[in-house]
């Protein structure tokens, strides 16, 4: 599966923070991720600081051995910014201030509330020949050049910035020009370890077989793509297709999602699209459960009220929990939690209350009831249901990811 | 702050897997910061696959630039693992099985549950010339080759193994050569922008200054970084704590923090050294700034509730706020962000309650109230304070992630 040159490309990240360690440079592995769905293959990266000789010499190199080159950073309007100057050098060209993107940065900065430096004027700066590309997120304009018969993006560094620049500028021009097909489809699963996925998938998992699969964890949650490989797009799509259906069957009561693996939306658009209210009742997990559902765009119309009731006497007095129970049962044990999550469902009338009550860590844990056990109460329309999980203690955070995605599954699972 | 050639070094990581992006490379980042703490300085990091004409060449580009390079991975058993094959080739010598090597990979082989495969004693195979590098934690012995005048380590490339063999190996022979010495100090800022501090620093920015003053921003939060080269650790310590003291006197008001940049962990530190109770009352953050700050380990000891009284009548039911004052003023507004907080105090008897109404979009904006529109609300003892900020509109999670990190910061204030 070798790439011609045209689809071979090189990446370069730009900044002193990246090469001295300060920084992970993510944006590298984001960008080859989504060029590999569309069949471009990146065979090197570099990562340099902003030194504007260096930089002219990695572009002049990497263009002479890749279609494609992908730059991010260096962008903004310190004088450290050189990756203008350096690209302008790799292409033997001038620098000029470009007059459509000076009338771009002022633009972003119009409505801000800081305002628009002298400095910013820098990022106005162009090589001769160059492209803009508009930035619709941030106030550094990226741009696109020929150096050396390679065609360069420069995008800038922050991450939403580059995300949004790369697939509105880079992925749209270069899905124009694919030769052979590949196909590329996601779905995600939670409930089950990577290991035991890949134990049931074995055979599809070796790097050569067509289609491939690939699976990724992340807070409990499973990314499995199928990339496959065809003469034609439709012979691809269809190759993906039945591989990804095949899956599917075989971890049915897992895949909760195909386009993304953010369950707060799935549970939260389901929420907004049947018109059912919701409320949270968090103890270990502090609000987070609450901060994911109404992080999902028009959730207002269901999200009634979540309550964060951390210390005990606030589940008493705000969530109706008997200090009895408390004292009997613990705050985390399956009486509190559905307690919990009838008190909050009482208080705001809404139909489905979710709650959570754990031991986050680093301390609070003890033989019986150790570090990582989490109870969850879910209530559908008056009726509770309760669960027990008992995560492995790999830090505070690590367990209330996992407590917060456990509790928004278990929400889907009641609601279907 | 130009170092010495000999000072300077140069990274290889090796992987197909790191190029694609699969998996994201952190032993480069984890290395340069290492070095930088002994006086090294990384100046360039080339991410390549397993691909041994490529690595060959990175060989021979960086050894005629720098005094030192650092390769990690390709060191295993298959026959996709070339770095011993490209070492050779670029130092222009043979490729020998060392008999030292093979006993080492024997050795470690011995009561483990897996037996030693043919395939392993590819591991023994050294440039000539090159010496063995014991690896205590793995299988895969690492090795030294010079070329080109350069000192070349290649170490394995699981982080275990590597993290072992950079302190053994690697730190332990450059240390005994180190010339010049580098302090390094940081501190974290709030309520400026990164291009606003650059103009106010300009002069102590420049690439060719000592000390060098470095900035990164993340969701308001400025990350300060000065670098100072000495003739020892003394003088540089000097350098460094002296420019540290003039950027803190001259932003005196944004400064929050040195060791790290996380206002949660500041604040909530605080309050719990201080024995202060706190509450929080959220509409757009919709839980954030509580899971934020019960994100801090110890904060359940001042943590009282949190309320996300996202809907209008949960403001009323819960908190208090009058009908009449959502009515005329709207839930996004200075009247009702006091309301907010006050009615949080009340509930919980808090003497810190931090409360945030606003509109993160991407709907709900008008010409008056737009979205990055945000109320606070700071209510120390019974006295409240309210304060307006109005963010760009980079996006929901944007708006959010810099309304939570106001909202402490406005907390942090009001306490000193």
Redesign the interface.
């Known amino acids: 599966v070798s790439a011609a040159r045209h689809e071979r490309v090189g990446l370069v990240s730009i900044g ?11 944006n ?7 060029l ?1 769905e569309l069949g471009f ?11 504007e000789e ?1 930089l002219a010499r990695a572009f002049v190199d990497l263009c002479a051995e890749h279609g494609v080159v992908v730059a991010t950073g260096g962008l ?5 910014d050189v990756t203008r100057h350096a690209a302008a050098r790799a292409a033997g060209v001038g620098l000029t201030r470009s007059e459509e993107a000076l009338v771009a940065i002022r633009a972003a900065f119009a ?5 628009m ?4 004027e820098r990022q106005a700066l162009l090589p001769d020949g160059a492209r803009m590309l508009p930035n619709p ?2 106030t550094a304009p990226g741009f696109s050049v020929e150096i050396g018969g390679a065609l360069v993006f420069a995008l800038p560094g922050p991450p ?1 910035e580059m995300r949004r620049m790369l697939e509105d500028h880079v992925l749209t021009e270069l899905t124009a020009s694919i030769a052979s097909a590949v196909a590329t489809r996601t779905t995600h699963l939670f409930g089950l370890s990577e290991s035991v996925f890949a134990d049931g998938v074995q055979e599809w998992m070796r790097r050569d077989v067509n289609p491939l699969v ?1 699976v ?1 964890a992340h807070a409990g949650v499973l990314t499995v793509t199928v990339r496959a490989r065809g003469v034609g797009l439709a012979d691809a799509s269809d190759l993906a297709d039945a591989r990804l259906f095949e899956i599917e069957a075989a971890f049915r009561e897992h895949v909760f999602s195909r386009p993304h693996g953010d369950l707060a939306r799935v549970l939260g658009e389901l929420l907004v699209e049947r018109g059912i209210s919701v409320a ?1 009742a ?1 103890s270990c ?7 994911r ?3 999902v ?4 119309a269901v ?9 005990d ?2 589940k008493a ?2 969530l109706g929990v008997p200090a009895e129970l408390l004292a009997r049962h613990g705050a985390v044990s399956a009486e509190v939690a559905a307690a919990l999550s009838r008190g909050a469902a009482e ?2 009338g809404a139909r489905l209350a979710l709650s959570v009550t754990g031991i986050a860590g ?2 609070g844990g003890s033989p019986a009831k150790p570090v990582g056990l989490v109870h969850f109460g879910v209530l559908v329309d008056g009726r509770v249901e309760t669960v027990e999980r008992r995560f492995p203690d790999r830090g ?2 690590f367990v ?1 990811g996992l407590a917060v995605n456990t509790a928004l599954f278990l929400g889907l699972r009641a609601l279907s």
Chains 1, 2 share one sequence.
């Open positions: 002193d923070e990246l090469v001295s360690g300060r920084i992970v440079d993510r590298s592995g984001e960008i080859a991720a989504r590999l293959e990146v065979s090197e990266v570099r990562v340099l600081p902003d030194d260096k903004g309007p310190t004088l450290d409505g801000r509330s800081f305002a430096g002298v400095s910013n997120v941030g939403v690939g990724t949270t968090e997990t502090g609000g987070l459960l609450a901060a559902l109404t992080a765009p028009g959730i207002s999200f009634r009220e979540g309550f964060v009731t951390y210390a006497e606030a007095r705000t208080r705001t680093p301390g505070r955070s209330r």
